[in-house]
């Protein structure tokens, strides 16, 4: 197994333009996580999936963004009318099904996506 | 809700010196603690943890206390190296699935 995979891994767009980010996560992991990474600043939770199910969105992520798991594999975020306050790092992690907080699993993140806005 | 606050870097020290970078955390619940490793152009690394007090996480000569009677979760280790340069992220996890993480500390080792 590569890893969690992110692609693509730079974006440059122009404002107002959509983007799309994707994310393989390992494979016999269940859960994905999408996180946002600003300069100076720690990864901020942006949504959650448990198989195909989004489970949680943070209120960080405005009715601009969107994320789906179709079929329970990759994840797709989109970004649409971007603003140059949506540059930053977009991060994917995966997990294995079990108990998280026991720590029993544990996230494993992709590289990243930059995007800068123009 | 859950926090995490990190000493602020960035840190400079020179190979073979002892670190120190201090967390502290905020949590509902009995949160599992991390250290998360962001070595230049790559994606975060767990470098070590600990799911419940008085554990101890290590890995690579890094080691952390789980200290639930201070709330802390500080980083060491004895003698660093140049390769250990990076920014190092303490964060928490508890049953809302959701790590929360610090704002990271730069941590430039000179030769």
């Known amino acids: 197994d590569t890893g969690v995979s992110q692609n693509p891994r730079h974006k440059i767009t122009k404002r107002g333009q959509n983007v799309t980010f994707r994310c393989d996560p390992i494979?016999?992991?269940?859960?994905l996580y999408w996180y946002r990474q600003t300069l100076g600043q720690g990864p901020e939770f942006l949504t959650y999936f448990q198989n195909e199910a989004q489970l949680e969105k943070s209120r960080l992520l405005s009715d601009r963004f969107s994320a789906e798991r179709p079929k329970g594999s990759f994840s797709t975020l989109e970004i649409q009318r971007t603003e140059q306050g949506d540059s930053a790092m977009y991060l994917c992690?995966?997990?294995?099904?079990?108990?998280?907080?026991?720590?029993?699993?544990?996230?494993?993140f992709g590289a990243g996506s930059r995007l800068t806005v123009l | 809700g859950n926090s995490v606050t990190q000493m602020e870097g960035p840190v400079t020290l020179s190979e073979e010196a002892f670190l120190t970078i201090n967390c502290t955390y905020t949590a509902t619940g009995y949160p599992s603690l991390f250290w998360y490793v962001q070595y230049p152009g790559e994606g975060l690394q767990l470098l070590l943890k600990a799911t419940k007090a008085d554990d101890k996480g290590s890995n690579k000569g890094f080691e952390a206390t789980y200290r639930k009677e201070t709330t802390s979760f500080h980083l060491e280790k004895g003698s660093v190296q140049v390769s250990d340069s990076a920014v190092y992220f303490c964060a928490l996890i508890t049953s809302n699935y959701k790590l929360t993480f610090g704002k990271g500390t730069l941590l430039t080792v000179n030769p």
């Open positions: 494979s016999e992991h269940n859960r």
């Open positions: 992690a995966s997990s294995s099904p079990g108990q998280v907080y026991s720590g029993a699993n544990v996230l494993t």
